[in-house]
């Protein structure tokens, strides 16, 4: 069975920075290309960074680019998130998720997600 965990959440000041890290288990983790999403208190889970399988391709929409950056390391089975000038805006619970395929945009095209870990902006 396949399980995705993440860590590196907490509480940051406006202007600065954190790391997320997701790990996945149960499978073959080179096979799923990966996506971050976030869900602020009484908002929808948003797409906030995607990935490809081998590392080729990243997606970000425009609220974070510039600042997000996605990796991945295969060889650890672990994704990583690179948030940089963090904004009170960008306080959320943020999920990792792997995809098999489909549309990396869209929450249904991830079969596997993580429990979310809680980042906290403060201005």
């Known amino acids: 069975q396949v399980q995705v965990a993440e860590s590196g959440g907490g509480l940051v000041q406006a202007g600065g920075s954190l790391r997320l890290s997701c790990v996945v288990s149960?499978?073959?983790?080179?096979?799923?290309?990966m996506g971050w999403f976030r869900q602020a208190p009484g908002k929808e889970r948003e797409f906030v960074a995607a990935?490809?399988?081998?590392?080729?391709?990243?997606y970000v929409p425009s609220s974070v680019k510039g600042r997000f950056t996605v990796s991945r390391d295969n060889a650890k089975n672990t994704l990583y998130l690179q948030m940089n000038s963090l904004k009170a805006e960008d306080t959320a619970d943020y999920y990792c998720?792997?995809?098999?395929?489909?549309?990396?945009?869209?929450?249904?095209?991830?079969?596997?997600w993580g429990q979310g870990t809680q980042v906290t902006v403060s201005s």
């Open positions: 149960g499978d073959t983790f080179s096979v799923y290309r």
């Open positions: 990935i490809s399988w081998n590392v080729g391709s990243t």
């Open positions: 998720a792997a995809s098999r395929g489909g549309n990396l945009y869209f929450i249904a095209s991830y079969e596997y």
